[in-house]
């Protein structure tokens, strides 16, 4: 996980390179515009971001991804850092000016070999991860650490994963690449999770839905995610 993090960080290509200026709706109707802002951007966030506890919020004025799914914030512009400790902390949403929401989770990264043959291999700590698509599955970037407010500081290939309402941990679903390269997602990986839905499982190991010359690699994991949790939806 380390490793991860000084990788990214060492990046400074744009994030915009792969993702556009991208525009997210998420379950509760957030857009996410600035999924990892500049510098520039990073002055634009407002206060409060607010810390939800799963039973009260608490509103500051500035967060610090820390690690082990640790945070720190400020109360006020000038006043001193103060830690919040995993798991009190079940998610964090911060403003921009412009109303986009961004919005964290704690979670494990888990192994994604394991996961297809049926294991649950967690990591040692937690880390923080930022939505992108919100539902019964959810898809997350895996967000850097440090003084940005907690965004990933450089534009890197973003690292996605897949995660199911209730569960603590996410699973890597896409492939390291070298930079300004389209990233290839692991198909056996996707169709593990979707694999109550018979027929999007199949389609999916079956590679019909993954990337083709007119699709990103982000828009074909949208697709099919929105595709099942429409359907999970639908069968309640």
Same mark, same amino acid.
């Given at each position: 996980?380390?490793? $991860?993090?000084?990788?990214?960080?060492a990046?400074?290509l744009?994030?915009s390179v792969f993702a556009?200026?991208m525009?997210?709706h998420?379950g509760?109707?957030y857009a996410v515009?600035?999924p990892?802002?500049?510098?520039s #951007?990073? /002055?634009?966030?407002?206060s409060?971001c607010v810390?939800d506890?799963? =039973?009260?919020?608490?509103e500051?004025y500035?967060?610090? $991804?820390?690690?082990?799914?640790?945070?720190k914030?400020?109360?006020? #512009?000038?006043?001193?850092?103060v830690? /919040?400790?995993?798991p009190s902390?079940?998610?964090?949403?911060?403003t921009f000016k412009?109303?986009?929401i961004?919005?964290?989770?704690?979670l494990?990264e888990?192994d =994604? /070999? &394991?996961?297809?043959?049926?294991?649950?291999?967690?990591d040692?700590?937690? &880390?923080?991860?930022y939505?992108l698509l919100?539902g019964?599955?959810s898809i997350?970037f $895996?967000s850097?650490?440090?003084p940005?407010?907690?965004?990933?500081?450089a534009g890197?290939?973003?690292i $996605?994963?897949l995660?199911?309402?209730?569960d603590?941990?996410?699973?890597?679903v896409?492939?390291a690449?070298?930079?300004?390269?389209e990233?290839?997602?692991?198909?056996e990986?996707?169709a593990?999770?979707?694999?109550? =839905?018979? #027929?999007?499982?199949a389609t999916?190991k079956?590679?019909?839905?993954?990337?083709?010359?007119? #699709?990103?690699?982000i828009?074909?994991?949208?697709r099919i995610?929105?595709e099942? =949790?429409?359907?999970k939806?639908?069968n309640?």
């Amino acid at each position: 996980m380390k490793k $991860l993090f000084a990788f990214v960080a060492a990046l400074s290509l744009s994030i915009s390179v792969f993702a556009g200026d991208m525009v997210v709706h998420t379950g509760n109707g957030y857009a996410v515009i600035h999924p990892f802002p500049t510098r520039s #951007e990073v /002055k634009e966030m407002t206060s409060p971001c607010v810390l939800d506890y799963g =039973n009260k919020t608490e509103e500051f004025y500035r967060f610090d $991804l820390s690690s082990k799914g640790n945070v720190k914030v400020k109360s006020t #512009e000038k006043s001193s850092w103060v830690e /919040k400790k995993y798991p009190s902390v079940k998610s964090i949403t911060h403003t921009f000016k412009d109303g986009s929401i961004s919005k964290f989770i704690p979670l494990y990264e888990a192994d =994604n /070999k &394991a996961y297809i043959k049926g294991t649950i291999k967690k990591d040692d700590s937690p &880390a923080w991860f930022y939505l992108l698509l919100e539902g019964e599955i959810s898809i997350y970037f $895996l967000s850097g650490i440090g003084p940005y407010t907690g965004l990933t500081k450089a534009g890197a290939p973003p690292i $996605l994963y897949l995660h199911r309402k209730g569960d603590d941990f996410a699973v890597k679903v896409s492939k390291a690449t070298s930079v300004g390269a389209e990233f290839a997602l692991v198909p056996e990986v996707i169709a593990e999770f979707v694999k109550d =839905n018979a #027929e999007l499982a199949a389609t999916v190991k079956a590679e019909k839905k993954l990337p083709s010359k007119n #699709e990103t690699s982000i828009g074909t994991l949208e697709r099919i995610i929105r595709e099942y =949790n429409t359907a999970k939806e639908a069968n309640k």
